[in-house]
């Protein structure tokens, strides 16, 4: 996937990402950051079709985004939302079934190929029969992950998929893609707030501030210290252990090594 | 959320069963079926049966209307009378009774033009689609157009909100046009389900929400408007069948759609009947009924939903 000049301004001229180049490695997991307002989202928005850009291209496969038509689209990109809206009570199997809408006209109703295989993959075949507003949080993103998975994608798009979730779902989430990620060749690429989980599960990362392109490359090349303390203000220390590399946020006025 | 729905349907047939008998059977003059003269035999087919059929066909066309526009607006109190929709269509009908009498089907092309305007009126002032707002807006507009139409017509209102003088001719053409719209109803069943997720989110699985939600939409107008050119307003029907529906089948659009038909047919004949054969020889219109039974029904829905918790 490769984004060239893209530009996108919202119509009330608040926000605006502008000039955004970047190649999505495929068969990698890449994650996006950068503060608040830094366009993040925007960028989401354009790679999901949510939004048209005013200039540039996103090309995949060669082909412009806007040749695809969206069900053409939405057999090769799945996206997970930050936010999942549910309107009604609808069971775990009839909203991953949701999965399979791409391969079907409106007239036809969709069928149940690998569903069984997706869902006993996400540990979710005891709950299927569940309704999904009760279930918990990190089940819930589970399902979600799951409708997605049903549409047979090659990339999958997370807009800060573990911000509702407790410490423990975090991790497995995360866990779930890197898996993923490895055994399927999914391309994964995700907003990320926690900078943490970009350092431990990304393979390349974009670093976004006030709708442009700081800086892209491997985890540990992008998050540096200097620059954290430039784009976010804060002061940090890279900490190495048996286990990895950690961000550890340090108090304002604390110098940094 | 595990529902027994093959029960539901069964005790559901069943009472209609009896409904149906009982309603054919029982009335200002009760009839036995095996000693009919000419007179009894013309009561109970050219006058009960047609009454009849026109209750039960309006009941299941109402009822799936509700759902639709539940569905499509995302609102679980929306139903045709309250957002105003039915009295649009009515006092388009009688316009277009008078100006133009002689145009063919012009009860139903003006009760079609009517239920569409008070949708788009209603769409044009309420974009975001807040529940609740746009329930207010629905109330307003009800309210005007049931001035407008007394300011104009102030006998029309009256009569028309009777099955009693449901004709075969008027029924049949009701009946042709309700079975078509029912059909149409069960065969987009499932895009109500596809609304139970944001537009983005759906919009992302390559659907075109817009088409959806269109589509839903004006298969509930078609369905409150011919209902109301047909036999009147009647309220409620919509926001109480489906909601009974869900509680006793699921969520599931693919059951509450068969369902709502049965079970508005159902609540519909039971209002007519009882109408007509609380104060023989009088009558009490089954809207009249309704509105006793479906006011305290949408109070008791909207304290349910108060204490009721959000998805998300």
Known sequence: MQIKQLTYTYPNQQRSIKQVSFDITPGAMTAVVGPNGSGKSTLFKLLSRELTPDSGEIRLEQRLLTDFSLKEYARKVAVVHQHNQLYDDITVLDLVRFGRLPYHSLLTEPDDDQLESILTYLELTSLKQQNVAQLSGGQQQRVWLAMALAQQPDYLLLDEPTTYLDLHFQASFMELLVKLNQEFGLTIVMILHDLNQALHFSQQVLMLAAGQVVTTGTPQSVLTPPRLHEIFQINTKILTTEQGQFIVQLPNGATTK | ?312
């Open chain 2, 1 to 312: 959320m595990a529902k027994h729905p093959v029960w539901a349907y069964l005790v559901l047939l069943i009472a209609l069963l009896i409904l149906l008998v009982s309603a054919f059977l029982q009335g200002a003059s009760t009839i036995s079926i095996t000693s009919l003269d000419a007179g009894q035999f013309n009561t109970l087919f050219n006058i009960r049966l047609p009454r009849i059929v026109a209750a039960l066909v309006s009941g299941a066309m109402l009822a799936v209307a509700g759902a639709f526009f539940q569905a499509a607006l995302r609102n679980a109190i929306a139903d045709p009378s309250i957002l105003g929709i039915s009295a649009g269509a009515s006092l388009f009908q009688l316009i277009g009774g008078l100006l133009l009498p002689a145009l063919l089907f012009n009860k139903f092309i003006f009760a079609l033009i009517g239920g569409g305007v008070a949708f788009l009126l209603l769409m044009q002032f309420q974009k975001q689609m807040d529940p609740y707002r746009l329930i207010l807006i629905g109330v307003a507009l009800n309210a005007m157009f049931v001035g407008i139409q007394q300011i104009f017509l102030p006998t029309a209102t009256t009569t028309a909100v009777s099955f009693a003088t449901s004709t075969w001719s008027t029924v049949l053409f009701l009946v042709i046009l309700g079975i078509i719209g029912l059909m149409l109803a069960l065969w987009l069943a499932p895009w109500a389900n596809y609304l139970k997720i944001g537009d983005a989110q759906l919009k992302t699985l390559g659907v075109s929400v817009v088409w959806v939600r269109l589509a839903l939409l004006l298969v509930a107008v078609y369905l409150t408007s011919t209902v109301t050119a047909s036999v009147g307003v009647l309220p409620f029907i919509g926001i109480i069948v489906p909601h009974v529906s869900r509680y006793f089948v699921g969520h599931d659009y693919r059951q509450v759609i068969p369902f709502s038909v049965l079970a508005g047919a159902f609540l519909l004949l039971l209002s007519d009947t009882v109408g007509r054969l609380l104060v023989i020889p009088n009558e009490i219109t089954a809207a009249t009924i309704l509105a006793v039974i479906g006011g305290p029904f949408l109070i008791f829905i909207l304290a349910r939903q108060g204490g009721r918790r959000h998805a998300n």
